[in-house]
């Protein structure tokens, strides 16, 4: 084993041992695959003695999957395949009674049942069963009955360990996201207003445009944490045993107005990295754009919305007054910038005319994102009272 991988290694054992996270949830669920195994075969071989026990421990230890839904899925889906594989290898052993040509007749039906995409990963084990009753040469009904069992007692056991023994949960990575999207979508309009205050260059808004693209990205990592996390939460007793309750989760549109928010910063950032967009900004307008995308800056990193996605913070009563706030002073400065180009040479406000309608609908983005409640409702009609200039 190279070097860097041997540390690689030793750091994740350390990260399993130290603290929760992907290292320890990886090791948790290989050791109840492990104990599973191992308490089928204590039943199966050891305490019931059956012909064929391997079946048990080798049907447990692959039905502990990484959510408990999944689980019951997979053992629907493998006794499906394993009965039907069992069935087929027996009745082409009776019929030809030799198992080369048993196998001739029964193994290219089963593979090619194993590859039907409603089975997923569990349509390997058709063939495999087949396999296991051919090569022992017992297809009898009181041999194919037991092998129904083991496999039944098998699945029972791997269920069983998975929903009762730590039962996973994936909702950290949402959690993480979650506080991870808003940081990163207001430390990037940080950045752009301090560019465009200083007199960005090209070079530079295509740095901005790239960092905004991720921003999406994790949009969508969201989205899929979510459904896992969805998933692990279906069918799971473990809920039901946990002393604290769960963060209230964020309303369904939550996900989709941060969509809308980092597209339209990536839309405006895309705007500031055309090269056909020139000459550069007036001082004027360059003031106005900056002030607007660092209070919209402040509205994305506003505790309020920290709030709304599941996690308060310790200022929890002042979070309104400042998204209010800040949601004024972008409003403001979006009327500052239309009325710089309004007036203006051609050139000027053709410039400024793309960014008025990218930061018109990316304050109407976070207006939408920010709790009705706490937003007066002067500001979207000055929102809206702004952005009728740039539309000629």
Request: net charge positive; glycine share 8%.
């Amino acid at each position: 084993m190279p070097a860097w991988e041997a540390r690689a290694v030793g750091r994740s054992i350390r990260r399993a041992v130290a603290s929760p996270g992907a290292e320890r949830d990886t090791a948790v669920q290989s050791l109840k695959a492990a104990g599973a195994a191992l308490l089928a075969w204590a039943v199966a071989g050891w305490w019931w003695n059956a012909p064929l026990a391997i079946l048990a421990p080798w049907t447990a230890l692959f039905l502990v999957q990484s959510t408990v839904y999944r689980s019951l899925l997979s053992a629907l889906q493998q006794l499906t395949v394993v009965v039907v594989g069992t069935l087929l290898a027996a009745v082409a052993g009776v019929l030809t009674h030799n198992t080369m040509a048993a196998m001739a007749l029964a193994l290219p039906i089963t593979v090619l049942l194993g590859n039907y995409a409603r089975f997923g990963t569990q349509g390997l084990y058709a063939p495999t069963a087949a396999l296991f009753v051919l090569t022992s040469g017992a297809y009898t009904a009181p041999d194919i009955a037991h092998r129904f069992l083991e496999t039944l007692l098998g699945a029972v056991i791997g269920i069983g360990v998975n929903a009762l023994v730590f039962p996973p949960v994936h909702s950290r990575r949402v959690r993480h996201l979650r506080a991870q999207l808003p940081l990163s979508s207001s430390e990037l309009l940080y950045t752009i207003a301090d560019g465009v205050a200083e007199g960005h260059a090209e070079e530079q808004a295509r740095g901005w445009y790239d960092r905004a693209q991720r921003l999406t990205d994790v949009v969508t990592d969201l989205r899929e944490a979510r459904r896992w996390s969805d998933e692990s939460c279906r069918v799971n007793p473990g809920l039901r045993l946990r002393r604290r309750a769960a963060p209230t989760p964020p309303t369904g549109t939550w996900d989709s107005d941060w969509d809308q928010v980092t597209e339209h910063i990536a839309t405006t950032t895309r705007t500031l990295a055309d090269p056909a967009r020139r000459p550069p900004l007036e001082p004027e307008a360059r003031d106005a754009l900056a002030a607007l995308l660092r209070a919209a800056g402040d509205v994305c990193g506003g505790d309020e919305l920290g709030h709304l996605a599941g996690s308060p913070g310790p200022g929890e009563a002042e979070q309104p007054r400042d998204v209010r706030h800040a949601l004024a002073r972008a409003s403001a400065a979006h009327r500052r910038l239309t009325a710089a180009s309004a007036g203006r040479h051609p050139a000027p406000a053709s410039t400024t005319g793309g960014l008025l309608t990218d930061t018109r609908r990316l304050l109407s983005a976070l207006l939408r994102l920010a709790d009705p409640e706490t937003v007066p409702a002067s500001e979207p009609t000055a929102g809206r009272r702004a952005a009728s200039p740039a539309s000629g």
